[in-house]
């Protein structure tokens, strides 16, 4: 069984930055690819970012483009989101996930193992 436990969201200020780690148990995590995603109070699920197997190849979604970076380390079964100039739209419960291929998706049905969620908050 696949676990994922996140960490490292909170409260901040609109400019500020935040970093969400993601830590796996299991000794399949580098064959996967992992992803980010979050959902807001009446929304649905939406995709953040995404990383290949080996992280080489990462993917945003538009809103998020130069502001956050994903990032993995898989020696220590461990994905990253470096959240930079956030913005109050980006207040949400965040996810991790891990893909179900090692291709990278972008939708939640392409994902089949997720974390707990994480609360981030960003006050204008």
């Known amino acids: 069984q696949v676990q994922l436990v996140e960490s490292g969201g909170g409260l901040v200020q609109a400019g500020g930055s935040l970093r969400l780690s993601c830590a796996a148990s299991g000794r399949t995590f580098s064959s996967y690819a992992m992803g980010w995603f979050r959902q807001a109070p009446g929304k649905e699920r939406e995709f953040v970012a995404a990383?290949?197997?080996?992280?080489?190849?990462?993917y945003y979604t538009d809103s998020v483009k130069g502001r956050f970076t994903i990032s993995r380390d898989n020696a220590k079964n461990t994905v990253y989101l470096q959240m930079n100039s956030l913005k109050p739209e980006d207040t949400a419960v965040y996810y991790c996930?891990?893909?179900?291929?090692?291709?990278?998706?972008?939708?939640?049905?392409?994902?089949?193992?997720w974390g707990q969620g994480n609360q981030v908050t960003v006050s204008s």
């Open positions: 996930a891990r893909g179900s291929t090692v291709s990278v998706g972008r939708t939640p049905h392409e994902y089949d193992y």
């Open positions: 990383a290949s197997w080996i992280g080489r190849s990462t």
